[in-house]
C-alpha cells in the first residue's frame, strides 16, 4: 500500500528531499504561492512548525506556480517566505498540483483525499505517523483551525 514515504521532492537547494525521513512524523503538506492573498498563512504554519516539531511534526510547503502567483525563480519564493513570514520549515522546488505535469505526490493526495483537483494554493494536507492522508483541508482553513487535528495525530 503506497503512502507518502513512497515519493521524493527536491529541496530549494536542489538536494533530494526523501519523504520517507519523515517516517512517525505527522507532516503537514501544502501547496504555497508567495504572491496569493493567503501567503499570511506562512506565518501560522511557521508558528504551528515552531510549536509542535520537536513532538514530530513537520510542515512541508511545496511552492506552486500553478495559479500565476508564484514568484519568478525557486530562490525568490524561498528568500520571500524567509524574510516576509520567518519561514524555517522545509520547502521544495515549485511543483505543478494539476494537470498532465502534475508532481506524483499530489496525484497521490488527491486520490487519496477523493476530492479532485486543487482548486487553489495553500490547499492543505495532514499526513499521520502512518504515512497516510488523515484530512485534506480547502485553502481558506488558516492553520490555527487545524492545530487539535495535529495534536490529536501527534499522540
Not at 515552531?50 to 530562490?75: C, I, M, R, W
Not at 524561498?78 to 521544495?92: A, E, I, K, R
Not at 502512518?130 to 487539535?148: N, V
Request: glycine share 8%; with cysteine.
Amino acid at each position: 500500500m503506497k503512502t507518502i514515504y513512497d515519493f521524493t521532492e527536491t529541496e530549494m537547494n536542489g538536494q533530494p528531499l526523501k519523504l520517507q525521513d519523515y517516517q512517525d512524523k505527522v507532516v503537514l503538506i501544502v501547496n504555497t504561492a508567495s504572491k496569493c492573498g493567503l501567503a499570511p498563512q506562512l506565518e501560522g504554519l511557521e508558528a504551528l512548525y515552531k510549536k509542535y516539531k520537536d513532538d514530530g511534526l513537520v510542515v512541508l510547503g511545496l511552492p506552486s506556480n500553478q495559479f500565476h502567483q508564484e514568484l519568478a525563480t525557486d530562490k525568490e519564493a524561498s528568500d520571500y517566505c524567509q524574510l516576509h513570514y520567518g519561514v524555517t520549515f522545509p520547502m521544495t522546488k515549485r511543483v505543478a498540483v494539476n494537470g498532465d505535469d502534475e508532481d506524483p505526490l499530489f496525484s497521490y493526495l488527491k486520490d487519496e483525499s477523493g476530492h479532485g483537483n486543487i482548486k487553489w494554493n495553500y490547499t492543505k494536507f495532514l499526513v499521520g505517523k502512518d504515512g497516510r492522508l488523515i484530512h485534506r483541508y480547502a485553502p481558506i482553513t488558516k492553520p490555527e483551525k487545524i492545530e487539535d487535528a495535529i495534536q490529536a495525530a501527534l499522540k
